[in-house]
Nanobody
Framework: VQLVESGGGLVQAGGSLRLSCVVSGRSFLMAWFRQVIGKEREFVAAMTWRGDRKVYADSVKGRFTVSRDNVDNTVYLQMNSLKPEDTAVYYC???????????????????????WGQGTQVTVSS
């Protein structure tokens, strides 16, 4: 699977951004992670390939929404009420083996995913 993210940028606290991830190929699970320099990659959200079930990190629940468009094969991360602590490089990820269920705690681990995009920077100013 090949993944290409876009949509990052600079936004003030309280603002919104929508990240896009164009997917070439098939994944059983799709996820978003984020990473700050010097820290481990952090789980943000994941969903099934069909987009019918979703899970979120507690830190973004109620503010972020993951979705997909089956027509143009794009996965989105809508981010609202952004906070300075949301500043990070955001990565789209795909899991292609089909070995994991969405509700498993394993799907929050970066090493489960075998397809990654290049990342897009999100900066939230206070």
């Amino acid at each position: 699977v090949q993944l290409v993210e876009s949509g990052g940028g600079l936004v003030q606290a309280g603002g919104s951004l929508r990240l896009s991830c164009v997917v070439s190929g098939r994944s059983f699970l799709m996820a978003w992670f984020r990473q700050v320099i010097g820290k481990e990659r952090e789980f943000v959200a994941a969903m099934t390939w069909r987009g019918d079930r979703k899970v979120y990190a507690d830190s973004v629940k109620g503010r972020f929404t993951v979705s997909r468009d089956n027509v143009d094969n794009t996965v989105y991360l809508q981010m609202n009420s952004l906070k300075p602590e949301d500043t990070a490089v955001y990565y789209c990820a795909g899991e292609t083996s089909g070995s994991y269920t969405l509700t498993s705690s394993l799907t929050r681990r970066a090493d489960v995913y075998d397809g990654w995009g290049q990342g897009t920077q999100v900066t939230v100013s206070s």
